[in-house]
């Protein structure tokens, strides 16, 4: 079953959702109009995984989640109910962990396992670097950490380093039975001396045998006792294995293999070898032989060796077992970067759309005011591009440091072979990579053995010379070397080859930098707007026109009509409705800033000095905390409520803890500073409290409330718009009512979806709902609407005509109009922007009427004789060449006009 892609659903497993939940979730998601079931990874991953990207096993279905068994109910209930499933599969890096069963040989049998080549590490270190230790290695051995311990449930011995357990040479184990008091010792030496990686399982069953011995079982246990006891014969085990335990800390500087960001339990896997495709997607490929499978979302698609050899290679293994799954990837497009058209895929995931509704519902026009806001507040002014620079060299030099030196050393090889370049010396290499690496505007280049395509030569030859400018390398020399490296500028076939060794890890790594600088550093320090500090986002591009919207829509039914159209994600730094809300601040800035200095005022008795010159909490992120405390609050919110007061203090807690130590200015994951964090969460926990503050917080809700009832006619306009340009709507679980999460974990919280959907199936209209808009049951009755229209003409909505409308009058810049044209029908969209100066104090997300005044519509000559029906309301429209606006937008603040399309009618 090929299901045509109409709208996905993400369910978030784990958590306390499983197959299970799916299962029974099956109907609820036909009736909602949803084509796809869009799964967070499924596969087994690391022992307490919350999220399954740590996943350990490409083959075996999550225990936890239900297993096999579970996986074919729920797989069942979907095709039962007409719903596809498309899942996300995590490519590029598995979980350092026990369960691994391909990591654990790697690590006992070193360059001899059988698994080798399955992970991207170097063969050339001496050991393979293991830094989990607490505390540096020699402490560790003194203070009784290291141990041998028995692991009878493996039928084996093992290495144990305070908890966390590694695996041992079989050949090695000569020093544990060196103590061994039994007469089976000298046969068992002999045997595991000629032991090889194919002899793994044998080894285990001959020792379970011997376990069932109780006088061997004793003095087995005995030996180990003895060895455990003597701290050189342990030390000497040690460095008798393929792996070197270290202080968690050398991680960022020795480690020998990729790792996924910096996070050291995630290790590269080599995709670009045809065995490690096969085995890692045996199971991919089966489902979807099997038609369990109808579409697959890769999953850090940028950092795979070779993106498009990869997704070749998945559409020709789909097409091995006939069948056309649709691909998604999730890329980060930044500026005007656009999808490559040569991967030959459905689309990304969508987050440039977030990006385009960010320019759509910021008001530009009054970005000075709102920088004059925020630099009042924190006291100082900020250059963001210079922070981003800042970041990015650090992020490389320090916390990088070991990707840094592997890469000096690829360049440094190839430069030595070269009579103009064997003089350039390592320090300077490294300066020009991280230079190189600093200017780069997009997440990364795809140079690979096919060449060098063009728009990466252009971008390359940018970096190269803006670099050179910075004047930051004494020559540019250096900076021209890495440039020739990236372009594979070189004749003779060792150079070449050492090229393409550092391009490709160079590529994998300028994508870590970018994220971790910009995503997880910068955007929780620069907190001008925070709506706008999102991923894909660039907070310094403040706003834009309905034209520039346009054009963005334009782009994607050219690269991607079938991409996804994300508003929300399990990454996302806040959720839609949070945002929605906070793009109103920009219309008011003079407003917002009254407001938050006169909430600081009264907090001010909870802010500590620690020093002169440092308050906790910082302007920066208290001017932060009181846009997210915006974004946060939900529309019924009740200052009265403790038990909801009580819940958003746990909730603000953990966002700002996660917030200031990614801001890495005054605490850090590394090396938090509990001087710094505990003013902080006294400071969070005395706003909620009303014992505390007072009627702090209320005033604070009373204040607000213009921007609150805006915030949620952006959201209805908003989501319209997701269900109507081109792509494929994704609702996040549960967004589909009102979501003003904040960054995960609090965004992966388990939500009752069904309990929630009963309210859309109530009988009543979408009017009757924005009468009683707080309650969220408008914006899921909207979204099951449009869904209800996108169902009757899927392709009008994906591959159909965009095209932009012509709007007149004095409020013609507050909407966006455009039309969807095919043989199936057309529809015409309405949704205002800008809407806080059309409210007037209304107290319903409806803009009065009146306020439109004179604007209109303009309809061309191919919709003129149409005769229209809002889908929405039920409602006729008849024009004569133009819409009134303040007409169709009378009963709702959004409208949806339908022509031939099936369906037409009152929702």
């Keep these: 079953m090929n299901h045509p892609l109409v709208a996905t659903y993400r369910l978030q497993f784990r958590s306390g959702t499983d197959f299970g939940s799916a299962t029974h979730l099956a109907p609820y998601l036909k009736r909602l109009g949803v084509s796809h079931l869009y799964a967070s990874p499924i596969f087994a991953a690391a022992p307490g995984s919350t999220h399954g990207y740590d996943v350990v096993d490409y083959n075996r279905f999550e225990d936890e989640l239900g297993g096999e068994s579970g996986f074919l109910k729920m797989s069942d209930a979907l095709i039962e109910n007409g719903v596809g499933l498309i899942l996300d599969f995590v490519p590029n890096h598995m979980g350092v962990s026990s369960e691994n069963a391909w990591w654990e040989d790697v690590l ?83 045997r595991l001396a000629v032991a090889t990686p194919w002899d793994q399982q044998e080894l285990t069953e001959r020792l379970a045998e011997h376990m069932e011995d109780e006088s061997f079982r004793s003095a087995l246990k005995a030996g180990v006792e003895a060895i455990n006891r003597d701290h050189n ?18 991680a960022r500087e020795k480690l020998t293999y990729r790792r996924f960001f910096e996070i050291t339990d995630l290790i590269g896997v080599r995709q670009e ?26 999953d850090h698609v ?31 497009l930044t500026g005007p970067e656009r999808l490559r058209r040569r991967w030959d895929i459905e689309g990304t995931t969508g987050y440039e759309f977030i990006t385009a509704l960010a320019g759509l519902y910021v008001d530009a026009s009054r970005e000075e005011a709102m920088t004059r806001a925020y630099t009042g507040f924190i006291g100082e002014e900020e250059n963001l591009r210079a922070m981003i620079a800042r970041q990015k060299r650090e992020i490389f030099s320090h916390n990088l440091a070991g990707e840094l030196l592997y890469l000096t050393n690829e360049a440094i090889a190839v430069a030595s072979r070269g009579l103009s370049t064997r003089d350039l010396g390592p320090d300077t290499m490294a300066r020009a990579i991280v230079e190189i690496a600093t200017e780069l505007p997009v997440y990364r280049t ?24 910075s004047r930051r390398i004494d020559a540019d020399e250096p900076v021209d070397f890495i440039g020739r490296l990236l372009k594979l500028d070189f004749e003779d076939g060792l150079d070449v080859a050492g090229a393409l060794d550092f391009t490709r890890r160079f590529q994998q790594t300028t994508g870590a930098v970018m994220a971790k600088a910009v995503e997880d550093t910068v955007f929780y320090r620069y907190n001008r707007l925070i709506a706008l500090n999102e991923v894909g986002g660039e907070p310094d591009h403040y706003g834009g026109t309905v034209e520039d919207f346009h054009r963005e829509m334009a782009v994607r039914l050219e690269d991607q009509p079938f991409g996804l159209l994300a508003t929300s994600t399990h990454d996302t730094k806040r959720a839609e409705d949070a945002r929605a809300r906070l793009y109103t601040l920009s219309e008011a800035p003079e407003r917002w800033e009254d407001i938050a200095r006169r909430f600081a005022r009264m907090l001010a008795p909870f802010r500590r000095e620690l020093e002169e010159g440092l308050v906790s909490p910082d302007p920066a992120s208290e001017w932060m905390f009181y846009q997210s405390l915006v974004g946060v609050l939900p529309p019924d919110f009740d200052p009265s409520d403790r038990t909801t007061r009580h819940e958003l203090a746990g909730r603000l807690n953990a966002f700002m803890e996660k917030a200031v130590r990614e801001a890495k200015r005054y605490t850090s994951w590394t090396s938090p500073s509990a001087p710094f964090e505990a003013p902080i969460r006294d400071f969070v926990e005395a706003v909620l409290d009303a014992g505390r503050s007072g009627d702090a917080l209320a005033t604070f809700w009373a204040d607000i409330q213009p921007f609150v009832v805006a915030g949620v006619v952006n959201t209805l306009s908003q989501t319209l718009l997701k269900f109507t340009v081109p792509g494929v709507p994704d609702i996040y679980q549960g967004t589909e009512f009102y979501d003003h999460s904040l960054v995960d974990p609090d965004n992966r919280r388990d939500v009752d979806i069904e309990g929630r959907g009963r309210g859309i199936e109530d009988g009543s209209t979408l009017a009757d709902a924005l009468a009683d808009w707080r309650d969220g049951r408008i914006k899921a009755k909207l979204t099951a609407a449009a869904l209800k229209v996108r169902a009757a003409a899927p392709s009008l909505f994906t591959a159909g005509d965009y095209l932009p ?62 005769v229209f029906t809002d889908a929405l309301t039920g409602r006729p429209m008849r024009a004569s060449g133009r819409l009134v606006v303040r007409e169709v937008l009378s009963v709702l603040p959004v409208a949806l006009l339908t022509s031939g399309i099936g369906g037409d009618g009152a929702s």
């Design 108 to 190: 006992a049998w070193g360059a001899d396992s059988r698994y080798r080549d399955v992970f991207d590490m170097s063969w050339m270190a001496e050991k393979i670097l293991v830094p989990v230790l607490g505390k540096p290695y020699g402490d560790a051995l003194r203070d009784g950490d290291l141990s041998v311990i028995l692991d009878e449930a493996r039928g084996t011995l093992r290495f144990d380093a305070a908890g966390y357990q590694l695996p041992l040479d079989p050949r090695t184990l000569g020093h544990v039975f060196g103590y061994l008091d039994h007469e089976e010792r000298d046969r068992l030496l002999r």
């Design 805 to 866: 409308l012509e709007v007149e009058g004095a409020m013609a810049e507050h909407l966006v109009a455009f039309a969807r044209l095919d043989a199936e029908g057309a529809a015409v969209v309405l949704a205002p922007r800008l809407v806080l100066a059309l409210m007037g104090g209304a107290e319903n997300p409806l803009p009065p009427p009146d306020a439109w005044q004179d604007t209109t519509v303009v309809l061309p000559d191919a919709l003129r004789d149409l």
């Design 233 to 250: 014969a342990l030390h000497l085990l040690h460095e008798a294995q393929h792996w070197r335990l270290a202080w968690w800390r050398t």
């Design 446 to 469: 795809y140079v690979s053995v096919e060449g060098v395509p063009s728009e990466d030569h252009a971008v390359i030859d940018g970096v190269v010379e803006r670099a050179k400018a």
């Design 273 to 298: 070898r045809r065995r490690v495709f096969q085995d890692s997607h045996r199971t991919v490929i089966r489902l979807a032989r099997e038609r369990r499978l109808d579409g697959i979302r890769i």
């Design 302 to 332: 940028d950092g795979l060796g070779d993106p498009r050899a990869y997704l070749g290679d998945l559409k020709q293994a789909f097409h091995g077992v006939r069948r056309n799954l649709s691909i998604h990837v999730e890329k980060i």
